[in-house]
């Protein structure tokens, strides 16, 4: 393997699309306020990123933090309208400082807050697509949120890491940058005797790695460690780095595009899934599921093939053709592929099982050879 530092500059001097994800924590100060100092000192910085050349898109998280602040609230709040209600008071309490920042360097800041059917929806997806891109020609730094007002779990990202990764594949972007109130991932638990160092470069968020993800949550956020790693799987599957680090460390984000061996750097995976591929396996959320054989899984996984109605055991779920739906191992196994299924599940319920000449037979007509079609299909797996 190379030294760490010429992989670091290997992957990093290719980065021309950058997407930052700012926390709750790195946001405010200690009794909830949106900390300005902070937030002006993370816009020059994000200024001289776009300066620099890059394309920079800023996730950020703090409405409800900001909200409870402003609001005076000390514990984050547990009912939905609450949580709803204090976002929408925070979200444009942290626009507006945002804006006033960029404005110093003469830039503006634009809000867009997503929810997940954003993302599911393929025309509002490439219409928000098309919109960042033109803002990134008006002197303008897009601001995504979740829309946390409206979003109820079904169609909730749940967390901003996660929002971030999928912001990621939205644009086809090179680095993710977690900003978060640690330095990157500990290799043990961090006390002052535990004597934990920051793990430089991740190549793998295998189970080891994840069992890494202490409990760092903050009162006022949202994710933790454990949700940063799952976003960085995702994008390191898709082809991309990701760098996490800590948000109030001086010039952080010139530092990770310089090549300073500062935070984690997880390393993409050699092959870059197509835009396409990034919405079928990691942004879609799948409306059901098929259980297949170890024949089945060994020929999706090893040698590429389509899923066919033969290798199938098991539906679970309604969903119509079209649909996304995850592929899983027979047994309860987990999720190892994903696709957009040519078939119902009621269909798949009448044909699995079958060899793919009696589909006809069984159904009264046949639409398709394949159940899920190789081109429709992601394998999850490295
Ligand atoms: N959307 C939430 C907020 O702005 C944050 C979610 C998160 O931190 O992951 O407060």
């Not at 160092?197 to 009162?219: G, M, Y």
């Not at 799987?233 to 780095?241: H, N, T």
């Given at each position: 393997m190379k030294p760490k530092d010429e992989i670091r500059s290997q992957i990093l001097s290719k980065v021309k699309k950058i997407v930052i994800k700012i926390g709750t924590g790195v946001l405010t100060t200690d009794n909830g306020y949106l900390d300005k100092e902070q937030i002006r000192g993370l816009a020059e910085q994000v200024v001289e990123l776009k300066k620099m050349g890059y394309c920079?898109?800023?996730?950020?998280?703090?409405?409800?933090?900001s909200g409870m602040g402003e609001l005076g609230i000390g514990k984050r709040p547990?009912?939905?309208p609450e949580l709803q209600a204090v976002a929408a008071i925070g979200q444009s309490k942290l626009i507006s400082m945002y804006d006033a920042c960029f404005k110093l360097h003469g830039y503006h800041a634009a809000q867009i807050l997503l929810t997940r059917e954003d993302f599911e929806d393929r025309q509002r997806y490439l219409n928000t697509c098309n919109t960042i891109h033109t803002l990134f020609q008006l002197n303008a730094i897009p601001v995504v949120n979740e829309n946390d007002t409206i979003s109820v779990d079904e169609i909730a990202f749940g967390d901003n890491d996660a929002l971030s990764a999928m912001v990621m594949n939205l644009l086809n972007a090179e680095l993710l940058i977690i900003l978060s109130s640690v330095d990157g991932l500990y290799d043990r638990y961090p006390t002052a005797k535990s004597k934990a160092v920051i793990?430089?470069?991740?190549?793998?968020v295998s189970d080891e790695i994840r069992q890494l993800a202490f409990n760092t949550k903050t009162q006022r956020g949202v994710g933790g460690m454990q949700t940063k790693l799952e976003a960085a799987s995702a994008v390191i599957k898709a082809g991309e780095a990701v760098v996490?680090?800590?948000?109030?460390?001086?010039?952080?984000l010139r530092r990770v595009v310089r090549c300073e061996n500062i935070g984690t750097l997880f390393l993409p995976k050699k092959k870059r899934l197509t835009s396409r591929k990034r919405w079928i396996g990691y942004t879609l959320?799948?409306?059901?599921?098929?259980?297949?054989?170890?024949?089945?899984?060994?020929?999706?996984?090893?040698?590429?093939?389509?899923?066919?109605?033969?290798?199938?055991v098991t539906v679970v779920g309604t969903f119509q053709k079209g649909d996304i739906i995850s592929i899983c191992k027979k047994g309860g196994g987990m999720i190892f592929a994903k696709g957009l299924t040519n078939y119902s599940s009621g269909e798949i319920d009448k044909i699995k099982g079958h060899s793919t000449s009696a589909i006809g037979k069984v159904l009264g007509y046949k639409l398709y050879d394949?159940?899920?079609?190789?081109?429709n299909m992601v394998i999850l797996l490295d």
């Amino acid at each position: 393997m190379k030294p760490k530092d010429e992989i670091r500059s290997q992957i990093l001097s290719k980065v021309k699309k950058i997407v930052i994800k700012i926390g709750t924590g790195v946001l405010t100060t200690d009794n909830g306020y949106l900390d300005k100092e902070q937030i002006r000192g993370l816009a020059e910085q994000v200024v001289e990123l776009k300066k620099m050349g890059y394309c920079v898109v800023v996730v950020s998280s703090g409405a409800i933090g900001s909200g409870m602040g402003e609001l005076g609230i000390g514990k984050r709040p547990t009912t939905l309208p609450e949580l709803q209600a204090v976002a929408a008071i925070g979200q444009s309490k942290l626009i507006s400082m945002y804006d006033a920042c960029f404005k110093l360097h003469g830039y503006h800041a634009a809000q867009i807050l997503l929810t997940r059917e954003d993302f599911e929806d393929r025309q509002r997806y490439l219409n928000t697509c098309n919109t960042i891109h033109t803002l990134f020609q008006l002197n303008a730094i897009p601001v995504v949120n979740e829309n946390d007002t409206i979003s109820v779990d079904e169609i909730a990202f749940g967390d901003n890491d996660a929002l971030s990764a999928m912001v990621m594949n939205l644009l086809n972007a090179e680095l993710l940058i977690i900003l978060s109130s640690v330095d990157g991932l500990y290799d043990r638990y961090p006390t002052a005797k535990s004597k934990a160092v920051i793990i430089p470069v991740v190549e793998d968020v295998s189970d080891e790695i994840r069992q890494l993800a202490f409990n760092t949550k903050t009162q006022r956020g949202v994710g933790g460690m454990q949700t940063k790693l799952e976003a960085a799987s995702a994008v390191i599957k898709a082809g991309e780095a990701v760098v996490i680090a800590n948000g109030r460390v001086g010039k952080v984000l010139r530092r990770v595009v310089r090549c300073e061996n500062i935070g984690t750097l997880f390393l993409p995976k050699k092959k870059r899934l197509t835009s396409r591929k990034r919405w079928i396996g990691y942004t879609l959320k799948p409306k059901g599921k098929v259980y297949v054989d170890d024949g089945a899984m060994n020929a999706l996984v090893e040698k590429g093939k389509s899923l066919l109605a033969t290798g199938i055991v098991t539906v679970v779920g309604t969903f119509q053709k079209g649909d996304i739906i995850s592929i899983c191992k027979k047994g309860g196994g987990m999720i190892f592929a994903k696709g957009l299924t040519n078939y119902s599940s009621g269909e798949i319920d009448k044909i699995k099982g079958h060899s793919t000449s009696a589909i006809g037979k069984v159904l009264g007509y046949k639409l398709y050879d394949e159940v899920i079609h190789r081109d429709n299909m992601v394998i999850l797996l490295d």
